[in-house]
């Protein structure tokens, strides 16, 4: 199995930047997609970003041209740099994974507050 840590979340002002990482360990060689999800109090967890084992990525709308995921397989960390934060990108943030076998794991959150 894989574990997932998140750090780097906080309190930022609208229009500044932040940049959250999930540290894996573990089965980290079974590793195929990374995502970043978010989940806002009263609403459903949303995947906002994602990087593919085959190196591709891609974002929801909502944040695209905004965030940036940087994946280092080498050194087993995933970043989130996320630029122009708004009130709404407040949440709290997930990183996980899907392994190569079906199975996934999920971080335990980090905490991004975007204040106006």
């Known amino acids: 199995q894989v574990q997932l840590v998140e750090s780097g979340g906080g309190l930022v002002q609208a229009g500044g930047s932040l940049k959250v990482s999930c540290a894996a360990s573990?089965?980290?060689?079974?590793?195929?997609?990374i995502g970043w999800y978010r989940q806002a109090p009263g609403k459903q967890r949303e995947l906002i970003a994602a990087?593919?084992?085959?190196?591709?990525?891609n974002y929801a709308d909502s944040v695209k041209g905004r965030f940036t995921i940087t994946r280092h397989n080498a050194k087993n960390i995933v970043y989130l740099q996320m630029n122009s934060l708004k009130p709404e990108d407040t949440a709290v943030y997930y990183c996980?994974?899907?392994?190569?076998?079906?199975?996934?794991?999920w971080g335990q959150g980090t905490q991004v507050t975007v204040s106006s």
């Open positions: 996980h994974v899907d392994l190569v076998d079906g199975r996934d794991s």
């Open positions: 573990g089965s980290t060689k079974m590793i195929d997609t």
């Open positions: 990087s593919h084992g085959l190196g591709t990525t």
